[in-house]
């Protein structure tokens, strides 16, 4: 059980594009996700907490109107990242919490070219 | 949250007990201690929680000493595929809406 899929799991755009990225629990409800990002060789870096039915918490240094997270049901947050750019290339990571257990999206590489 | 300390990487041997010390001197009364392991372009999956004492499940134990201010990830007889990141994070998380702050992890390299 508490089963997070992420997709797409690999995505390469041009500099400027959008893309988003979803992140759904399967087989539970989760009124709150959360939205990581990882370099390499790095820990992982929260990047916002997306809550149901309101706007999402963004921590700081994080630009919200870049990263935007729509969090529409119980089961289902998007990450969009806005007018990417090659620095934005990184590994996102999405995860949900059942019990005192957070269960973890496969992960999302996202390459800007 | 308590603040964790962890080592930055670790090597063993395959077939060798393998075991992670973590250190969270703040670590609160209501606070549990939970271990994930992250292999490279994955999400972390957890491995291992607890409270006090000893948790066994049917890949790891977790030793947590009565002052609750460290505690040891053990991985009895590794493989090759045990090498990984292993994070080491200590909150309550009883309300469903907690942060969960990530360290530096330990990063466990197993050696034919």
């Known amino acids: 059980g508490a089963v997070v899929s992420q997709h797409p799991s690999r995505v390469i755009c041009k500099s400027g594009t959008s893309v988003k990225i979803e992140c759904r629990s399967l087989?539970?409800?989760?009124?709150?996700m959360f939205w990581y990002r990882q370099f390499p060789k790095q820990s992982l870096m929260l990047m916002a907490t997306?809550?149901?039915?309101?706007?999402?918490?963004?921590e700081q240094g994080v630009e919200k109107d870049k990263f935007l997270i729509n969090h529409a049901s119980l089961t289902l947050s998007t990450l969009t990242v806005t007018s990417a750019h090659p620095e934005d290339s990184s590994f996102y990571i999405c995860?949900?919490?059942?019990?005192?257990?957070?269960?973890f999206g496969s992960g999302t590489r996202l390459t800007v070219v | 949250l308590a603040k964790t300390t962890q080592p930055i990487s670790m090597d063993s041997y395959e077939g060798q007990e393998v075991n992670i010390t973590c250190s969270h001197n703040?670590?609160?009364?209501?606070?549990?201690i939970t271990w994930y392991q992250q292999f490279p372009s994955q999400g972390p999956r957890f491995i291992i929680q607890?409270?006090?004492t000893k948790v066994t499940n049917e890949v790891a134990s977790l030793f947590i000493p009565a002052d609750r201010k460290s505690s040891t990830l053990s991985l009895p007889r590794v493989s090759l595929s045990d090498t990984a990141v292993y994070y080491c994070?200590?909150?309550?998380?009883?309300?469903?809406?907690?942060?969960?702050?990530f360290g530096t992890g330990t990063r466990l390299t197993i050696i034919p």
């Open positions: 995860s949900a919490i059942r019990g005192r257990r957070y269960t």
């Open positions: 087989d539970f409800q989760a009124t709150t």
């Open positions: 997306s809550n149901e039915g309101s706007k999402a918490t963004y």
């Open positions: 703040n670590i609160a009364t209501n606070d549990y």
């Open positions: 607890g409270y006090k």
């Open positions: 994070l200590v909150g309550d998380w009883n309300f469903g809406n907690e942060k969960l702050t």
